[in-house]
């Protein structure tokens, strides 16, 4: 069985500049989050989907950041303008919905790098 | 902020247990006890949960002190492939939220 998926693993932007990230989340996983750690901080949650709507996005930083997940599969993090604290590495997780403690598959993260 | 207190770092040598301790002093009656672990160059890999009683799988065992107010994670023979940063998190199953609230976690380092 295919883990969580993240593309691309590494990407180095300029200021300004508009990127991506993509989670495909293991089939069948209705709950999505987005967690990200800058450097040198602990892991902070972003947002959480289940299916394709917003249960919870406390965490997201502000409006620069835009997450999608069209049609509850796969999931899309967008970062337009990039900023140099926006740097660090995202990672994803998917589980399965109904348990109470549901176990958490992570990613290998995108490594986000803005100059 | 994170509710749990772990040390900044450990040192195991190989084939020999391990014990991380985490100290969770204001955990309330519904917050489970998550152990996960990040190794390097890879995403968190879940470990272990409880809530009171001892609890055991096959990566590890996870050790609740009766008043719930500690906990220790055991690696019964370390490997060095266990040499990650190991995560100690409190999540409540009340309402709905889900998220993960992260400390920095103990890095453990394995000896040949």
């Known amino acids: 069985e295919a883990g969580v998926t993240q593309f691309p693993s590494h990407s180095v932007i300029e200021k300004g500049q508009t990127v991506t990230l993509r989670c495909d989340p293991i089939?069948?996983?209705?709950?999505l989050y987005w967690y990200r750690r800058v450097m040198g901080k602990e892991i902070k949650f972003l947002l959480h989907?289940?299916?394709?709507?917003?249960?919870?996005e406390s965490g997201m930083p502000n409006n620069r950041f835009l997450a999608e997940r069209t049609g509850g599969t796969y999931s899309t993090l967008k970062v337009q303008p990039a900023e140099l604290e926006d740097s660090g590495v995202y990672f994803c997780?998917?589980?399965?919905?109904?348990?109470?403690?549901?176990?958490?598959?992570f990613g290998s993260g995108t490594q986000l790098s803005v100059l | 902020d994170a509710k749990t207190t772990q040390p900044n770092s450990m040192e195991s040598n190989e084939e020999e247990p391990v014990h991380l301790p985490c100290n969770h002093s204001?955990?309330?009656?519904?917050?489970?006890i998550h152990w996960y672990r990040q190794l390097p160059s890879q995403g968190p890999e879940y470990v272990i949960h409880?809530?009171?009683?001892?609890v055991n799988n096959r990566m590890a065992s996870l050790a609740i002190a009766e008043d719930r107010k500690s906990s220790t994670l055991i690696l019964h023979r370390a490997t060095l492939r266990d040499a990650a940063v190991y995560y100690c998190?409190?999540?409540?199953?009340?309402?709905?939220?889900?998220?993960?609230?992260w400390g920095l976690g103990t890095s453990l380092a394995v000896n040949p």
């Open positions: 997780a998917s589980s399965q919905q109904g348990a109470i403690n549901e176990k958490l598959f």
């Open positions: 089939s069948g996983h209705d709950n």
């Open positions: 989907f289940v299916k394709e709507s917003k249960q919870d």
């Open positions: 204001t955990i309330s009656g519904t917050d489970y």
């Open positions: 409880g809530l009171t009683s001892n």
């Open positions: 998190i409190l999540r409540d199953i009340a309402g709905n939220n889900r998220k993960l609230i």
